[in-house]
């Protein structure tokens, strides 16, 4: 009788080993099986774990359903630029689309971005850059997961589209000391009709940001295309306004 005392302990033991282990990308591995089903069940988990061939782009559903074609990268230097990030995954395959995703009230970088490749191959192939060092900061690639039961964060998104009639940009990433007089001359090929600050309602100062009202189209357009151009030794996140509001 008393051989028989330890058995539930050695149980409950195993129980609690048996929990829902899920390998990078978030995908439930198989659980821990049984002595003669070990070495069957090894291969699948590997392969779960590898980034090649990944047949989770844009298939599935639920929790488990990836945007095709997409990744995304975290942990990049908040003074990386757009032309820094593309070069990173030049190798990789033409890039359809380069979202980053910025700090709201100050325009600035915030480290995170998304990639959308051409192709499949090229984005399953970006996942082997997972771990770069960029700017003495490990460089964090993964499949992107798509969001079924709640909507992406505004600044998630792509840049905003140009609303009819639209005259205006925003100008962030900018240095606390810009005057207008520093834009205006940033803009001097364009027609200006107004330098509107964000201002902090408490001291004041700006917040880092404008926004840029202008006479016509055509000098529009030359402010979008100053984009990360630098200015003071910030990139300017210039894109068009959604609001005209400051």
Request: hydrophobic share 30%; aromatic share 8%; net charge negative.
């Amino acid at each position: 009788m008393a051989t028989d005392e330890p058995r539930p302990a050695t149980k409950d033991r195993k129980n609690k080993r048996k929990k829902i282990k899920k390998d990078k990308w978030g995908q439930p591995l198989p659980p821990e099986s049984e002595e003669g089903e070990a070495e069957e069940q090894l291969a699948p988990v590997e392969a779960a774990q590898a980034p090649e061939p990944s047949p989770a782009f844009g298939s599935g559903g639920g929790e488990d359903a990836y945007e095709a074609n997409k990744v995304v990268a975290s942990g990049m230097p908040y003074t990386a630029t757009e032309e820094e990030i593309r070069e990173l995954f030049e190798e990789c395959g033409p890039i359809h689309q380069l979202q980053l995703s910025r700090f709201p009230d100050t325009g600035n970088f915030r480290g995170l971005a998304f990639i959308t490749f051409e192709s499949e191959a090229a984005a399953v192939t970006s996942l082997s850059l997972d771990g770069t060092n960029m700017g003495n900061r490990f460089v964090k690639i993964e499949k992107c997961r798509m969001d079924l039961k709640r909507k992406r964060k505004n600044e998630f998104l792509a840049d905003p589209e140009k609303a009819e009639g639209c005259l205006s940009v925003y100008v962030g990433n900018l240095s606390w000391e810009i005057t207008e007089k520093d834009i205006r001359d940033c803009f001097n090929t364009s027609n200006i009709s107004s330098v509107r600050f964000g201002l902090d309602k408490a001291t004041g100062k700006s917040r880092g940001f404008c926004h840029v009202d202008f006479e016509d189209d055509k000098s529009l357009e030359k402010a979008i295309q100053k984009n990360q151009t630098e200015l003071q030794g910030r990139p300017m996140k210039i894109a068009y306004a959604v609001s005209n509001r400051s």
